[in-house]
T-cell receptor, first 113, second 115 residues
Framework: DQQVKQNSPSLSVQEGRISILNCDYTNSMFDYFLWYKKYPAEGPTFLISISSIKDKNEDGRFTVFLNKSAKHLSLHIVPSQPGDSAVYFCAASQGVNNNDMRFGAGTRLTVKP | EAGVAQSPRYKIIEKRQSVAFWCNPISGHATLYWYQQILGQGPKLLIQFQNNGVVDDSQLPKDRFSAERLKGVDSTLKIQPAKLEDSAVYLC?????????????FGPGTRLLVL
């Protein structure tokens, strides 16, 4: 069952512009959300996370927004750089003692120079 | 600091054969995970170890998959016998602790093709 959905398989933006990657979830019990970035032939690397007690978390050029009522989160990258080109996975978990993350299928971001 | 190591990087086998994957986590990481990532999908947790004990193996197809983590360090994942649908990338990850806020560090994965 697809509890975490990333409906856009790909996204292309111009260097310097904003990239917005979206993620929807169906399980209202999820309370911790993460974004991972993956380059080809490498494993995913942690990017940023947010707890359900917050609606925004910022780390440099990366900001994650959480809308619990809509069961939706988004990752904003400003400004986008060519090195940001990668596959981005959204993941969700239920409970602080639970490390069983449910991943979305990923969105491939291409940042054009 | 060395990352999570996995071997082999690629493996091609015929259906009904057996295969084993090896993972060496980051030194000092108590928690180790095996994920299966089928093409076009996100990673799916197969099994989680805390030291050498199993925390969660609810999504592991136990009729054909097995995993062990002897001495709480290295781990092996075995498939016996393999099916066509087992073609995927098998990712190993480790973290200091078992709480979700602890960052998981992933290895490069083993790409398995079952013919």
């Amino acid at each position: 069952d697809q509890q975490v959905k990333q409906n856009s398989p790909s996204l292309s933006v111009q260097e310097g512009r904003i990239s917005i990657l979206n993620c929807d979830y169906t399980n209202s019990m999820f309370d911790y959300f993460l974004w991972y970035k993956k380059y080809p032939a490498e494993g995913p690397t942690f990017l940023i996370s947010i707890s359900s007690i917050k609606d925004k978390n910022e780390d440099g050029r990366f900001t994650v927004f959480l809308n619990k009522s809509a069961k939706h989160l988004s990752l904003h990258i400003v400004p986008s750089q060519p090195g940001d080109s990668a596959v981005y996975f959204c993941a969700a978990s239920q409970g602080v003692n639970n490390n069983d993350m449910r991943f979305g299928a990923g969105t491939r971001l291409t940042v054009k120079p | 600091e060395a990352g999570v190591a996995q071997s082999p990087r690629y493996k091609i086998i015929e259906k009904r054969q057996s295969v084993a994957f090896w993972c060496n986590p980051i030194s000092g990481h108590a928690t180790l995970y095996w994920y299966q990532q089928i093409l076009g999908q996100g990673p799916k947790l197969l099994i989680q170890f805390q030291n050498n004990g199993v925390v969660d193996d609810s999504q592991l197809p136990k009729d054909r998959f097995s995993a062990e983590r002897l001495k709480g360090v290295d781990s092996t994942l075995k498939i016996q016998p393999a099916k066509l649908e087992d073609s995927a990338v098998y990712l190993c990850a480790s973290s200091l602790g078992q709480f979700v806020q602890e960052t998981q560090y992933f290895g490069p994965g083993t790409r398995l093709l079952v013919l």
